[in-house]
């Protein structure tokens, strides 16, 4: 098996969304036997003046608050993984997350998702989704969920029992394939393919597909998929794949819980500025909705660690057209 993580970054605010993702920091760090770091960030409030007085009085009671937590995990995480460090810096969280990562040569970024939604979200962002942006590795984001929004659902596990992989066939979505194969390789998980055809719509000249090409495609899809399935089976790999006819977030969602997913790994693009917010993000939709974690993978090739290629050799993506959707 390729060794995907070598060295994992785990960032803190202290809040209690950040309790289960130290967990699972801890736990991945085991599996993969890899260095963990710990960090926090600390930054101002908005107006405050760096230089002034106040802000420096500020500064030095959270640093304070700072080293104490971060002193705490690092005894508790020691405890499992004595390769453990911690890391403190001031400014901009999610820039600080991805400065350290470069730094430490990180291949797997954790963090907790507070989840925002509607007027909060907007004003305040969400910390995960610009790291996710920025980051020079994969991110495993672990939600921080109400016990209603969890009612009914499985328990989940740290070493994931079954994953899902949405694919569209693109050059990240493959990428995501290539990680997710290792990942399910070094947890011995089944793995669910899901990929989503769009119901028929009106194009932008206002021509409805027509229905022969549509089962063209669908039929390349599903050739398509049962390629990139029998690949995981020769891999050794328990796998299946689903065809949903939803909108792709509808049918990530769809398929996770049906099939009882603890991880669900997904390609990001990682558009940001002006076209993000026209073009919208599958990938920001699912973080900001799944109950479960999210693993996103951003090409080239899982920068900033050390991954090797692997020696199986993976379908050209280009073989196919899909439903491409914005990851």
Known sequence: MVNIVTNILFATDFSPCSVPAFRYAVEWAKVFDAQLTLFHGLSLQ????????IAQR??????????EHLNQLLAEARQQVPKTAKEMRTGLAS??????ARECKADLIITGTHGWTGFNRVVFGSIAERVIQRAPCPVLSIPDRSPEETAGMHALTIQPRQI??????SDCSMDAYEYAVEVAKWFDAPLTLVCAIEPLSYSLDFSLTHPLEDKANRKKV???LEELTKLLVDEGLSAHYELVEKPSVEAIMETSATQQADLVVMGTHGRKGLSRLLLGSTTAKILQLSPYPILTVKSPKFEGGHHPATQSEQPSASATTGNHSDA
């Open 95 to 100: 820039a600080q997350i991805c400065d350290v």
């Open 58 to 67: 500020y500064l030095d009671e959270q640093r304070k608050v700072g080293e």
């Open 46 to 53: 908005p107006g405050l003046d760096i230089d002034a007085g």
């Open 164 to 169: 899902v992989l949405p694919i569209d066939f």
């Open 222 to 224: 599903v050739q398509r």
